[in-house]
């Protein structure tokens, strides 16, 4: 038998040829990359319309804050061209070399994150008060950074609510804002016209934002992916309109004032003497009430993190991850899906209508204009960037993208580079869709992919003989 010719033998290419080719490569990757964002900066951010000392509408252009934009572009771009293209490389000649050994699976980042994130959030969370007073010489100079972390962990919780909904069961809802603004006006409409307390309105907010979240499970029942995101995000406009239209009891667009302000279990925080102040011996200051409204919403969110954590691991919770995962398989276990669904929209409108009632007590003033669907977006983001079904990455998600247009306002270099009427609020969608453009390429399941399985194999115990013919398991 005759044997087969050799193969052929391919010199490999130079490494200087192979690094001429990376360079061009790259090159034209991060140019098309600026063209891109030049094509996109001309509309939006290149023209600007402002009012003279005439009230006549000028319009006036920001050439330099593009091409400061667009060189960032092709250097990001130039970048991650030239390092995809060596780890490529290595990978090819790792998996050339490669050898059978015993593999142990590596521990992750996710898992590393949960193991020091958890407790680190949680002890900065407790302490967030004393820090900013102490680095701002007192409570009153830290009224901004207390504000800062209100608004930081009522997203937090509004995130944790959604994820429910969308990172547990798996069902797309973009009208999240809607039992947002149900458990907003309840508190408001119930405080303002029959004066009862918070502590009474905050549990019916929650009820009736859960009884909203069924009326709109029933009609969903049978949608998924697409179709469902349109219904809930029809559902959410449906309650906006309603809330403007129905003047006679939102006061439609002019919204509602004058809410009555949370008290410390009766005690009110003023400067009588039946006061928080005067009870408790303290010097009087405006910034006992947004301490306790800065606790307040920490004890709400972390309720909600319990809640649902516990119900992760409950029968409904599995329920939940099965219809995830795959909804015909669900049904074929036995599992009722009509139920599994009302149960989860029920649950995540409920903390959310509890979120509204904090915001409406923390305001003082409510109006349609703060339920849009903006809102709705910014929530889905935080829950798909921070990881579905991950309860710290939704928080640290939350945190970055709530606290970090603040964090860069204070940065003075950034005037320096962008001129002096920078803003990085008007940016903030831009910053939401980079990060989400950045998030989809590099980690698609999130900042913290990795989640505990809610249903785990403990240790080896025996079992009945009746249900294994050995006798153990």
């Given at each position: 038998m005759n044997a087969p010719p050799p193969a052929p033998i391919v010199a490999a290419a130079p490494k200087s040829a192979r690094h001429g080719s990376d360079l061009t490569t790259a090159f034209k990757t991060a140019a098309v990359g600026a063209l891109v964002m030049l094509g996109l900066s001309i509309p939006i951010i290149a023209f600007r319309t402002d009012l003279d000392m005439g009230n006549e509408l000028i319009l006036t252009t920001r050439?330099?804050?593009?091409?400061?934009?667009?060189?960032?572009?092709?250097c990001v771009r130039f970048v991650l061209a030239l390092s995809g293209a060596h780890l490529t490389r290595?990978?090819?000649a790792s998996r050339k070399e490669a050898i059978v050994t015993k593999v142990e699976a590596p521990v992750t980042f996710g898992q590393r994150l949960l193991a020091v994130a958890g407790p680190a959030f949680l002890g900065i969370a407790i302490a967030y008060p004393l820090i900013t007073a102490i680095i701002n010489d007192g409570l009153d100079g830290s009224r901004y950074w207390i504000d800062l972390g209100i608004l930081v962990l009522t997203y937090v919780m509004l995130g944790w609510g959604l994820n429910i909904v969308v990172g547990l069961a798996g069902l797309l809802d973009l009208g999240y804002v809607a039992f947002y603004a149900v458990g907003a006006y309840s508190y408001a409409l119930l405080a303002t016209t029959y004066g009862l307390s918070f502590w009474i309105c905050l549990p019916i907010a929650g009820i009736l934002a859960a009884f909203w979240g069924i009326l709109l499970g029933f009609p969903v029942l049978r949608l998924r992916g697409d179709y469902l995101a349109i219904v809930t995000l029809a559902f959410g406009e449906i309650i906006r309109m309603v809330l403007i239209n129905w003047v006679d009891l939102t006061n439609g667009g002019a919204g509602i004032a004058s809410i009555p302000r949370v008290s410390f279990f009766g005690i009110p925080f003023t400067a009588n003497d039946d006061g928080f102040a005067a009870v408790f011996g303290l010097e009087y200051s405006t910034m006992h009430r947004m301490v306790f409204l800065y606790y307040l919403i920490l004890m709400l969110a972390l309720v909600t993190n319990i809640v649902t954590l516990r119900l992760r691991r409950l029968p409904v919770g599995r329920a939940w991850e099965a219809l995830r995962e795959d909804e015909i398989a669900c049904r074929s276990l036995g599992i009722n899906t009509t139920n599994t669904k009302l149960t989860a929209f029920a649950m995540g409108a409920m903390f959310g209508g509890f979120a509204g009632a904090f915001f409406a007590v923390r305001q003082g003033f409510i109006s349609p204009e703060s339920f849009n669907f903006l809102e709705s977006a910014i929530i889905l983001s935080i829950v798909v960037l921070g990881g579905m079904g991950s309860q710290i990455g939704v928080a640290i998600a939350a945190t970055v993208m709530v606290a970090g247009p603040e964090m860069l306002r204070n940065l003075g270099f950034l005037s320096v580079i962008f001129g002096?009427?920078?803003?990085?609020?008007?940016?903030?969608?831009?910053?939401?869709?980079?990060?989400?453009?950045?998030?989809?390429?590099?980690?698609?399941?999130?900042?913290?992919?990795?989640?505990?399985?809610?249903?785990?194999?403990?240790?080896?115990?025996?079992?009945?003989?009746?249900?294994?013919?050995?006798?153990?398991?």
């Open positions: 050439w330099r804050v593009v091409a400061i934009l667009c060189l960032i572009v092709f290595r990978r090819l002096s009427d920078f803003d990085p609020n008007q940016y903030r969608l831009l910053i939401f869709g980079a990060a989400m453009v950045a998030m989809m390429v590099w980690r698609p399941r999130g900042l913290v992919s990795h989640r505990d399985p809610s249903a785990v194999l403990g240790e080896r115990k025996a079992i009945s003989g009746s249900l294994v013919k050995e006798g153990h398991g």
